[in-house]
């Protein structure tokens, strides 16, 4: 058996998790540009913080993530943006609802307990 599968595997979790994410995180960019800006603020930290944060977590990690750059460090915002949205956010809303949350949160917990694997600018590094 080829030792590599787990690297291949590593790389399609990355591009496949991080690549879906940022198809909720780029719109929200439009966002920034607004005035007034209009976001939730689910931890009272002020819309235009939250918007900031959750940018952070849904389009500046996932690209981090995406090339394997810092990625185990890059993994921890997107888990809290994650964990926001399934369980504060999302937190009276059917499972159904709240589903997509935790998926993500799921996905990118084994992509922060795992790291990058061998193809990524982490992994280069190291072989």
Do not use: C, Q, W
């Amino acid at each position: 058996m080829n030792k590599n599968f787990p690297d291949l595997g590593l790389l399609i979790l990355r591009i496949g998790f991080a690549g879906m994410l940022l198809t909720h995180g780029i719109p929200k960019l439009n966002l920034l540009f607004e005035s007034p800006i209009k976001f939730a603020d689910p931890i009272g930290v002020g819309e235009i913080t939250s918007l900031i944060l959750t940018l952070i977590g849904e389009v500046l990690a996932p690209i981090l993530i995406l090339i394997g750059f810092r990625t185990k460090l890059a993994a921890i915002p997107v888990i809290i943006t994650m964990f926001v949205a399934a369980f504060i956010v999302h937190a009276s809303d059917a499972m159904a609802v709240k589903e997509k949350a935790l998926l993500y949160l799921i996905g990118f917990v084994v992509i922060f307990l795992t790291g990058a694997g061998k193809y990524s600018i982490d992994g280069f590094k190291k072989y």
